[in-house]
């Protein structure tokens, strides 16, 4: 798969990043290897491999999903978002 200039300034707009011209090249083809990588996983064959695994033995320990009222929480939250407003992330446009 080839990364061109085109698909690194979609990549650079929706995560919020600047990309300088001149690392564009260089992340082009760094991006290209972890592509073909990828790629490459698919060639594993992982039939004989269960859908879930887990190393922790009795699976998963959970906690209580319990909700709470801190005051100032909301807004050191967004004040560590890149953009807000009204109380709400603003994020990228992913469908033009």
């Known amino acids: 798969m080839t990364i061109d200039n085109t698909t690194i300034d979609k990549l650079a707009k929706l995560s919020s990043l600047t990309i ?3 690392r564009k090249e260089a992340l082009g ?3 290209e ?3 073909t990588f ?9 039939s004989h491999v269960d ?3 887990t190393t922790i033995e009795g699976g998963q320990p ?5 909700s709470c ?5 909301r807004d050191r ?4 978002a890149p953009k807000s407003a009204d109380n709400h992330f603003i994020v990228p446009t992913i469908i033009e």
């Open 20 to 22: 300088e011209d001149d």
């Open 33 to 35: 290897d972890i592509v």
């Open 69 to 73: 009222k801190e005051d100032g929480l």
């Open 51 to 53: 859908a879930t695994f």
């Open 77 to 80: 939250i967004m004040n560590n």
């Open 29 to 31: 083809k760094e991006l």
């Open 62 to 66: 959970l906690r209580e999903d319990n």
């Open 38 to 46: 990828v790629e490459n996983l698919n060639e594993i064959d992982v």
